[in-house]
């Protein structure tokens, strides 16, 4: 009787009680956005200025009707707008020079309004678990004497990493602040957590690194922020930012030439990273490195259009991965498998003996890249099987979904595209200009199959590309086999496309049993 009375007024209080949000602190080296303003329920976040686009973080309680206010401050006002994903039941309506709407869901948006830069709108739901400064298993790096001026570079964050492995099950806690950092390595059964507002910072210069590997045209590189091999229950969270300072980064020349893959779980069990926004990669942002059963959440991948080869997030020979939740903009490819032989280049550092990429999954993500999306490839050294892309966004990209098996002899097999609706498509990275691809790319160093197994299903393609997409083998051992369009819907068309035509592929040679089975 007690019990049910307290449970009646504990459901009256959730039906009235308001949703919480919170904005972080503009970390000091970063200016507001000229151009844009965010309100949620009448109260202004941080935006931030950044290349190519600007953008808002901040984190809200979900199930309440949310109002979102983006003012374009120096228009006069707003004639036209798009609010990427477009498939969301966002009903936006246009006040002189703002834009409003109710959000229940905390949603990642690209805000297009007239012909201004995107506002790229990194919206989480609520943090849950932040750990409690004073805790006995939490280490704050403040007390291993790290600098969060910014000042100089600090070797307080690893100190702190340090000492909390020593009692296994700790969380370093990054406060708000500027933090220039040499390389981290994270140990076993040891958290980091990132405070909202505080920054972890790439110092670019090569002295302050340890080189690790050689990529034969970018120069020296390392791994920025890795893990012990052998190691399990390792966590990076919060709401922080690592700022991996790219651009400055890859102007260095001469001996100074140097780049970064700036997060690097590698040779690592049961990894979690979440909530945090990983921005200006010099390559790589992250890259997940013979890796088993971990998961990658409600992450802001904010790369630059004027930097290269900065991936969003690669995932090489891997297994049970899932990837759920994240936003990844970058100039290369948003989103992919991969796969690379042994000991060679940028793969001198991989913990173990090559291994294949397996079970791996890509949930709820947004791409915006100039590359591929979506993508295989383009190394498949190392088997790729059941591998999924779904329930997934593209703003803008060169390829949609593709599997580009450029280098190596191993098959890409098991691959799902599903509830794919494709926005934009311009450019021809590598010569491909398609909302998909499946293609062996002969260079002299190895082919292998594509297939059985591929599908293609509930994809929506607002365009078409400027090209037809490639089914292309290479020869009768490096075939293109068992691939599967279900339910393409081309270019608005309210019903799925029947011919490969309509599909705008191309079967060109070494391709069997390539269908078009729908189902609506
Ligand atoms: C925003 O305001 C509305 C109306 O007062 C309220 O119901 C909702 O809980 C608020 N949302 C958040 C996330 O605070
Ligand atoms: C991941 O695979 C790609 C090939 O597709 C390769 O270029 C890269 O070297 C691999 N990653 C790392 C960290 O070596
Ligand atoms: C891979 O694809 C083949 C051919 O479509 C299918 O028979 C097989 O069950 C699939 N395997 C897995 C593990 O999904």
């Known amino acids: 009787m007690f019990l049910k009375t307290i449970v009646t007024v504990a459901s009256l209080l959730a039906a009235t009680v308001q949703g919480g949000y919170v904005g972080y602190p503009r970390p000091s080296i970063y200016s507001k956005s000229a151009h844009f303003s965010l309100k949620v329920n009448g109260t202004d976040m941080y935006?931030?200025?950044?290349?190519?686009?600007?953008?808002?973080?901040?984190?809200?309680?979900?199930?309440?009707?949310?109002?979102?206010?983006?003012?374009?401050?120096?228009?006069?006002?707003?004639?036209?707008?798009?609010?990427?994903?477009?498939?969301?039941?966002?009903?936006?309506?246009?006040?002189?020079?703002?834009?409003?709407?109710?959000?229940?869901?905390?949603?990642?948006?690209?805000?297009?309004?007239?012909?201004?830069?995107?506002?790229?709108?990194?919206?989480?739901?609520?943090?849950?678990?932040?750990?409690?400064?004073?805790?006995?298993?939490v280490f704050n790096v403040l007390d291993y004497k790290a600098d969060n001026t910014g000042a100089a570079i600090t070797a307080g964050v690893q100190a702190a990493i340090d000492a909390a492995a020593k009692r296994p099950g700790s969380i370093v806690y990054v406060p708000p602040g500027l933090y220039l950092v040499g390389n981290l390595v994270i140990r076993d059964r040891t958290s980091l957590y990132l405070a909202g507002g505080s920054v972890l910072r790439f110092t670019g210069k090569k002295s302050d690194y340890k080189v690790m590997y050689t990529k034969s045209d970018l120069g020296d590189g390392t791994w920025w922020i890795s893990t012990d091999k052998d190691t399990t229950g390792i966590k990076i969270f919060g709401r922080g930012t690592i700022d991996g300072n790219g651009y400055n980064t890859r102007k260095n020349t001469g001996a100074d030439k140097f780049m970064a893959s700036m997060v690097v779980p590698a040779g690592t069990k049961d990894f979690h990273m979440d909530g945090v926004l990983v921005r200006d990669s010099s390559f790589w942002a992250v890259n997940v490195v013979q890796v088993q059963d971990s998961t990658f959440t409600n992450l802001k991948i904010f790369d630059r259009f004027d930097v290269t080869q900065d991936d969003g997030i690669d995932i090489n020979e891997s297994s049970n991965v899932k990837v759920r939740r994240v936003i990844a903009i970058a100039n290369d490819d948003s989103f992919s498998a991969k796969t690379w032989p042994y000991k060679t280049g940028t793969t001198v550092p991989f913990p173990y003996q090559p291994r294949p990429n397996n079970k791996i999954w890509f949930d709820d993500c947004l791409a915006w890249t100039l590359c591929y999306a979506y993508k295989i490839g383009e190394g498949v050294w190392e088997e790729q099987s059941e591998i999924t892309f779904q329930n997934s966004y593209v703003y803008y990209a060169g390829v949609g979904c593709g599997i580009n098996h450029k280098y190596g002899s191993a098959s890409a097999r098991n691959i799902t595209w599903q509830n794919i609706d494709i926005e934009r498509l311009g450019?021809?990275?590598?010569?491909?200009?398609?909302?998909?691809?499946?293609?062996?790319?002969?260079?002299?160093?190895?082919?292998?199959?594509?297939?059985?197994?591929?599908?293609?299903?509930?994809?929506?393609?607002?365009?078409?590309?400027?090209?037809?997409?490639?089914?292309?083998?290479?020869?009768?051992?490096?075939?293109?086999?068992?691939?599967?369009?279900?339910?393409?819907?081309?270019?608005?068309?309210?019903n799925p496309a029947t011919s490969f035509d309509a599909l705008n592929m191309e079967r060109t040679n070494f391709y069997s049993n390539i269908n078009i089975k729908n189902t609506k």
């Open 427 to 494: 450019g021809s990275p590598g010569g491909q200009a398609a909302w998909a691809t499946l293609y062996v790319n002969f260079v002299k160093q190895g082919a292998g199959p594509i297939g059985p197994g591929i599908l293609l299903k509930n994809i929506k393609a607002r365009m078409k590309g400027k090209q037809r997409g490639l089914i292309q083998g290479y020869d009768a051992s490096s075939t293109i086999s068992d691939v599967t369009f279900t339910d393409i819907y081309m270019e608005n068309s309210p």
């Open 47 to 137: 935006t931030v200025s950044y290349a190519g686009y600007d953008y808002v973080q901040f984190s809200m309680d979900e199930g309440y009707d949310t109002e979102i206010i983006i003012e374009a401050r120096d228009q006069a006002s707003i004639n036209s707008y798009t609010i990427t994903p477009q498939a969301l039941p966002i009903k936006a309506r246009v006040d002189g020079k703002k834009l409003i709407f109710k959000m229940k869901k905390a949603h990642y948006l690209i805000v297009k309004i007239n012909s201004m830069k995107e506002f790229v709108v990194g919206a989480d739901p609520s943090e849950t678990n932040v750990p409690k400064l004073g805790a006995s298993n």
